[in-house]
């Protein structure tokens, strides 16, 4: 039997590429069923995201699946030709298979190391395997080993522990300030990529109140809806600035929008409240002279980014960490995989010499019926079941023997419970 994980990410290809190849999930569906019927795979799954698409495949019997096999697929499929296709890919097979899938859902093989949202993404890919109806025992048992490790590392390791983008640490720093956030008033300023992914931490963090402001209003009115923001323009800010806890600001203005006697007037309309301020901008939205009040916790895109290298640099120690529970695991996985195909083996062997067995009762019976001497009969059948199991061994050993091949000899001894030293003397 073999596991096999194909694909292309981040690190091998550039978007012009993964676009490409990225399946939508209307058509996972269909893709996943023309997979087990033209890849020749018994069990099939899809992962695919903005910076990767993999697909995981078992294989049963003794014939491995072939790349050449999958990447027909993928042309066919995709209409991309194989020359771009294949310099991208990455291939690997049974424990390098099994281990890869588990450090991509660790978020071990990410863009950001560590990040959590694959773990999701991995879980919707074996919801849509099952939906489909690709996925049975083996495939079914690696994903939810799969998510037993990634749990295990979240748990065991600090790897999702520390903030590793700017909009997530400035985030991170209000929590640690106020705690909870249920009850926290925010002001975002801006309405762009950082200030959205700030929005969406805070939304995420049952943050108490948020309001936009933005120069420009029908712009962050669309981000506004989807966290239940309210809007207002950047003239507005003195106006609402008392009312905020916190105040995060990220604009392309060439000068400062918020200045320190705006926030001294917000201070005493708060009773000196204390304000927690992150400037993720550059040129800065925050006069630097804001430091000198109190009962202000100003922190600017440099402050962060000094947290974030110490933070990568924490995730790096335990990746280490997360490796060695990955292997481990990994490992676990293909000792039960083992004694699948071991226990395959066996009852394949046990119906095939039950089978035979019952051929021969079969015919002895029929004699008996038809007066044949009951002792002819049981001589004929014991000689003839004895023949039948022997014949498969003897081919064996026979073979061995022909090719001086010893130590498949010796092993054939283990196997049957043969005397070595007469398989020796015969050799």
Not at 75 to 81: D, G, L
């Amino acid at each position: 039997m073999s596991i096999v994980a194909v694909g292309i990410n981040h690190k091998t290809a550039p978007v012009s590429v993964r676009e490409k190849i990225a399946f939508s999930p209307d058509t996972l569906t269909v893709a996943l069923q023309e997979m087990l019927s033209q890849v020749e795979c018994q069990e099939a799954a899809i992962l695919s995201t903005c910076n990767r698409t993999e697909l995981y495949l078992v294989k049963p019997g003794e014939h491995d699946l072939t790349q050449e096999k999958v990447v027909a697929w993928l042309e066919n499929h995709h209409n991309i030709p194989a020359s771009t296709l294949v310099p991208s890919l990455y291939w690997h097979q049974d424990q390098k298979a099994v281990t890869h899938m588990m450090r991509v859902a660790c978020g071990l093989d990410s863009l950001v190391l560590g990040e959590p949202q694959i773990l999701g993404q991995m879980k919707q890919a074996y919801s849509q395997a099952k939906a489909a109806g690709s996925m049975a025992l083996v495939m079914d048992r690696l994903f939810q080993r799969t998510f037993g490790v990634a749990k295990q590392v979240r748990t065991e390791t600090e790897i999702g522990e520390n903030a590793v983008s700017v909009a997530f640490a400035a985030v991170n720093l209000a929590k640690h300030i106020f705690g909870k956030l249920n009850k926290a008033r925010v002001l975002l300023v801006g309405a762009g990529e950082t200030i959205e992914l700030v929005a969406k931490h805070l939304y995420d963090n049952q943050v108490g109140h948020i309001t936009v402001a933005n120069r420009t209003i029908s712009r962050a009115e669309g981000m506004a809806k989807q966290i239940g923001a309210d809007v207002i323009t950047l003239a507005q800010i003195p106006d609402q600035m008392a009312k905020a806890d916190i105040v995060i600001s990220s604009t392309g203005s060439t000068l400062p929008i918020i200045g320190k006697g705006m926030v001294e007037t917000a201070l005493a309309e708060r009773k000196h409240r204390p304000m927690f301020m992150v400037d993720l901008a550059v040129p800065r939205d925050i006069e630097e002279q804001v430091t000198e009040l109190e009962d202000v916790f100003l922190y600017t895109v440099d402050d962060l980014q000094t947290i974030i290298a110490q933070n990568i640099e924490n995730r790096r120690k335990a990746a280490v960490q997360a490796e060695s529970i990955v292997s481990d695991q990994a490992d676990n996985f293909m000792l039960w995989l083992r004694g699948l195909n071991t226990q395959d083996a066996v009852i394949s062997y046990r119906n095939q010499c039950m089978s035979e067995r019952d051929v021969l009762l079969e015919r002895a019976q029929s004699q008996l019926a038809n007066g044949k001497s009951p002792e002819a009969v049981i001589n004929e059948l014991a000689t003839k079941l004895t023949n039948k199991l022997m014949h498969a061994p003897t081919n064996a050993l026979q073979k061995a023997a022909q090719g001086g091949e010893l130590d498949k000899l010796i092993y054939l001894r283990d196997v049957f419970n043969l005397d070595v030293e007469n398989i020796r003397n015969k050799k």
